[in-house]
């Protein structure tokens, strides 16, 4: 593996974040023959998970499988993969100048940006223990896997009962506990008609035994049994370190400010597209990916177009 000190500047095309997205897109940018660099964290949004699932093919696959097997189509191609913090980012001229945490200074045409997300979970003593297994929050990911189970709805953002309605149709056994979000009337009416239980005594903390979630202990000291909890986190993007590239940030429905991009992750500011959960909280691995080839696909396209009209002027 190449590191940063040894790569010719400026590249193609510099990647930031390698998770599903990522990779993904520096596959389709290296199998077009370009110069591409991932540069990633090694902090993975879904770490915790025992498996990806709903991924065509790749069923039950561990992430950090899904993530070495990328990394190896990546190199296979001609591109490269380190383990490095992003420290800063800045537009130079008609291309990007990415500092990373040891003071390396990679310089690039074009920028995917994949940092992805850090899921922000309510304040319950308990919860972030078990984050990513008997605490979820996708039916997608990890429904079939908690079918028929006794499963707990944490009520801290306003879109709980969306994900009540989901997991019910999963088990039979959910309960909604309020934390921070009263059930408006017509929310009270989905419950009732789905058989979906509800508990307003507030919770104070989750039980667990042997690393599993066991039960929730209400705010009077009672405990109502539940193997499998879900709740809504509020997804916040990884973009502290880009500031200095001007991205626009707009409120996403779930709550949270994220990267605004077109149709095919290009952003408003030129060079720069985004793909996966940095802009797209509700993406799962494989939309991920779908995200990252279109615009791995799409900064090709833009650095033909423009090393063509460089072509035709120099005639």
Same mark, same amino acid.
């Given at each position: 593996m190449t590191t940063p000190r040894t790569l010719t500047a400026p590249l193609d095309a510099l990647v930031i974040g390698?998770?599903?997205?990522?990779l993904a897109g520096a596959i389709t940018l290296a199998r077009s023959r370009r110069s591409v660099l991932v540069v990633d964290g090694g902090a993975p949004r879904n770490a915790p998970a025992d498996g990806?699932?709903?991924l065509l093919a790749l069923d039950?696959?561990?992430p950090a499988d899904l993530v070495a097997r990328g990394r190896e189509e990546v190199a296979r191609y001609g591109g490269d993969v380190v383990t490095a913090e992003v420290s800063d980012a800045a537009i130079e001229g008609d291309g990007f100048a990415v500092t990373l945490g040891d003071g390396t200074v990679v310089r690039a045409r074009r920028l995917l940006v994949a940092t992805g997300a850090v899921d922000?979970?309510?304040?319950?003593?308990?919860?972030?223990?078990?984050?990513?297994?008997?605490?979820?929050?996708?039916?997608?990911?990890?429904?079939?896997?908690?079918?028929?189970?006794?499963?707990g709805v944490i009520a801290s953002?306003?879109?709980?009962?969306?994900?009540? &309605?989901?997991? /019910?149709?999963? $088990?039979?056994d959910v309960v909604v506990f309020t934390h921070g979000v009263d059930p408006t009337p017509e929310q009270?009416?989905?419950?009732?008609?789905?058989?979906?239980?509800?508990?307003e005594d507030g919770v104070s903390a989750i039980r667990a035994e042997a690393g599993a979630v066991t039960g929730v202990e209400l705010a009077d000291g009672r405990v109502v049994p539940r193997s499998v909890l879900t709740v809504q986190?509020? &997804?916040?993007? /990884?973009?502290? $370190?880009?500031?200095?590239l001007g991205l626009t940030v707009a409120e996403n429905p779930m709550g949270t400010f994220v990267p605004t991009t077109?149709?095919?992750?290009?952003?408003?500011?030129?060079g720069v597209w985004l793909a996966g959960n940095v802009t797209e909280p509700a993406a799962q691995v494989g939309a991920s990916a779908a995200a990252g080839t279109m615009a791995g696909a799409q900064i090709n396209a833009d650095l033909v177009m423009a090393e063509t009209a460089a072509a035709v002027a120099a005639m």
């Open positions: 390698g998770g599903a997205a990522g990806v699932h709903a039950g696959i561990a922000v979970l309510p304040e319950i003593p308990g919860l972030a223990e078990h984050w990513g297994r008997s605490v979820v929050h996708c039916p997608y990911c990890h429904g079939w896997e908690v079918r028929d189970q006794p499963i953002h306003p879109m709980f009962t969306h994900q009540a &309605l989901l997991f /019910r149709q999963l $088990s039979s009270r009416a989905q419950l009732l008609a789905r058989g979906i239980g509800l508990v986190s509020v &997804l916040r993007p /990884r973009i502290e $370190s880009l500031t200095g077109d149709i095919g992750g290009r952003s408003e500011v030129p």
